[in-house]
């Protein structure tokens, strides 16, 4: 069974600078998908950023990266130039590939505060 | 042109009762989800359908019973609710293929009282 980690309950950032979320995974898969997914307090699933485990380039949308680390099973989200609306609930998450569709398993959630 | 759409969004009822969830996604997706998210926001998969027919039951009581009538609707029902179901409970869609985003409904919170 695969099992996802984050290690860091709440965080905070000052407006306009960066943050780093951790996640660590644990599987004997060697193809899956990994993703960020934002929860504001709307409480929509909101996906931020999307890795395939078989491309080593890491995934970046805009002002959001990942450092994807597959043989240390890491998958950390870099939020640049923070702002006001990206206090959220962030959740890392595992998709094993398969012949059809599978669901997601999800860390436990990193509460992100950003402050004006 | 809500992508996946959940009636009711809050949901208030007594212990004992019976409710049901519905979730509608207008996407043409084949695969559809429940998630349930407890007090402490650790999201949890419950079912997943694939064209109508059951594919995962992870262990969840035997009072939650999915219903999908066609590809576009997963449907949710809970007998006997207890204390602890209270919580958001999610629909979410997927297609098949080399695309595999998940899209989320906007989730039902049910308080049991």
């Known amino acids: 069974a695969q099992t996802v980690t984050q290690s860091q309950p709440e965080m905070s950032v000052q407006e306009a600078e960066t943050v780093t979320l951790s996640c660590t995974y644990d599987?004997?898969?060697?193809?899956?998908?990994l993703f960020w997914y934002k929860q504001p307090p709307s409480r929509q699933m909101i996906l931020v950023i999307r890795?395939?485990?078989?491309?080593?380039q890491n995934a970046t949308e805009n002002r959001f990266s990942v450092n994807f680390q597959k043989a240390a099973k890491s998958f950390s989200l870099k939020i640049s130039d923070s702002q006001l609306g990206d206090t959220a609930m962030y959740f890392c998450?595992?998709?094993?590939?398969?012949?059809?569709?599978?669901?997601?398993?999800f860390g436990k959630g990193t509460r992100l505060s950003v402050i004006a | 042109d809500t992508a996946v759409s959940q009636t009711p969004k809050y949901l208030v009822t007594q212990m004992g009762n019976d409710k049901s969830i519905k979730c509608e996604q207008n996407?043409?997706?084949?695969?559809m989800y429940w998630y349930k998210q407890d007090s402490k926001k650790f999201l949890k998969i419950m079912f997943s359908?694939?064209?109508?027919?059951?594919?995962i039951n992870e262990t969840v009581p035997n009072r939650f019973s999915p219903k999908s009538p066609d590809k576009a609707h997963l449907n949710l029902h809970i007998n006997s609710l207890e204390l602890g179901d209270s919580a958001v409970y999610f629909c979410?869609?997927?297609?098949?293929?080399?695309?595999?985003?998940?899209?989320f409904g906007p989730g039902t919170r049910l308080t049991v009282t």
């Open positions: 599987t004997s898969e060697n193809n899956y998908y």
């Open positions: 996407l043409g997706h084949d695969t």
């Open positions: 359908y694939n064209n109508k027919e059951l594919i």
């Open positions: 890795q395939e485990a078989y491309k080593q």
């Open positions: 998450a595992f998709m094993k590939l398969n012949s059809g569709n599978t669901p997601l398993v």
């Open positions: 979410a869609s997927s297609h098949g293929g080399t695309y595999h985003e998940q899209y």
